[in-house]
């Protein structure tokens, strides 16, 4: 697996948690989510776009169009419609 690749997974994992999408009920997922939608955007975020090789306002848009359907998307519906969509936009 390449270090991009990594990236990648580091922002699917930090926008499936923005989506409020978890595999397992816990009582910090309310904090998890929160941490994630203050992340989305902010400066650690854009450093992680630049790593994946993406540019921050399309990961953002990939986010916002997924977000619009998240109350009928599974968390791997999630990640594999953000993995396919980082795939194909990166320069891996």
Known sequence: MNEQRLWIA????GLTDAC???LWQNRLNSKYYQEALDW???KDFK???SFAGL???DVIQ???N???HKHYLTVEDIRYLLNET???RSVL
């Open 66 to 68: 997924i977000n619009k």
């Open 86 to 88: 980082f795939s194909r």
């Open 10 to 13: 580091c922002l699917v994992q």
């Open 62 to 64: 990939a986010y916002n």
């Open 55 to 57: 540019e921050p306002e």
């Open 40 to 42: 989305v955007g902010g």
């Open 20 to 22: 409020n999408k978890f």
């Open 47 to 49: 450093l992680v776009c």
